[in-house]
Structures are given as C-alpha cells and as structure tokens.
Nanobody, 121 residues
Framework: QVHLVESGGGLVQPGGSLRLSCAGS????????MGWYRQAPGKERELVAR???????DYADSVKGRFTISRENTKNTVHLQMNSLRPEDTAVYYC???????????????WGQGTLVTVSS
C-alpha cells in the first residue's frame, strides 16, 4: 500500500501565508514527479505546481511569484509555500505523485485526500 497524506490547510486572510505538506508512506520504491493540484467549487481540477526528482519545477501562471514548491526526497515529502494568498486561491488542494511501489516497481499516479484552503477576511 502507498499513501499520500496532506497537512497544513486552513483559513487565512487575504495577503496571508500557508504552508502545505504532503508525505508519502508505505511500500515506496521510488518517487518521480510530485506536485499540487487544486479544485475550486464548480471548477475543474488544475495544476498548481510540480517538481521532478531532479529538481525542476513548473508553476501555474496564476501562482508564479507567490507559491514555492519544494521537496525532501529522503522523507518522500513535498511542500507548497503559499504567500500573498488571494480569495481566488480558495480550493481543495490535492497532492499528486508518480510512485513505483515495491510490489510492482512500475510507476503510477497517486493522489492524496485533499486539504481545504480558504482565503477570506
């Protein structure tokens, strides 16, 4: 079994900051890309940021300069530092990772359960 567990969501005022974390656990052989997606009410899930095992990163235009993704490979963990938050950042944030388990050694996509971020005064 492989699991991704997110933490760090909550309520924050506009202009504030939050840090999301996602830890992979279980029978993990290797992790390639890790990232964050979000889904606002009535909208489709969209990519926020992602990073490869080599350290390259990719951001949605709407969060560039405000959000920073980072990764701790030895802990199978990815973080999302969110600064200058706006009401339009309100969404459920999902961790995503391409993981090869020790059962199959074949990489496939895993999702976390989601954590709610609400930006409101």
């Amino acid at each position: 079994q492989v699991h991704l567990v997110e933490s760090g969501g909550g309520l924050v005022q506009p202009g504030g900051s939050l840090r999301l974390s996602c830890a992979g656990s279980g029978n993990i052989f290797s992790i390639n890309a890790m990232g964050w997606y979000r889904q606002a009410p009535g909208k489709e899930r969209e990519l926020v940021a992602r990073t490869t095992s080599g350290g390259s990163t990719d951001y949605a235009d709407s969060v560039k300069g405000r959000f920073t993704i980072s990764r701790e490979n030895t802990k199978n963990t990815v973080h999302l530092q969110m600064n200058s938050l706006r009401p339009e950042d309100t969404a459920v944030y999902y961790c995503n990772a391409n993981i090869a388990s020790t059962f199959t050694y074949i990489s496939r996509e895993f999702w976390g359960q989601g954590t709610l971020v609400t930006v409101s005064s």
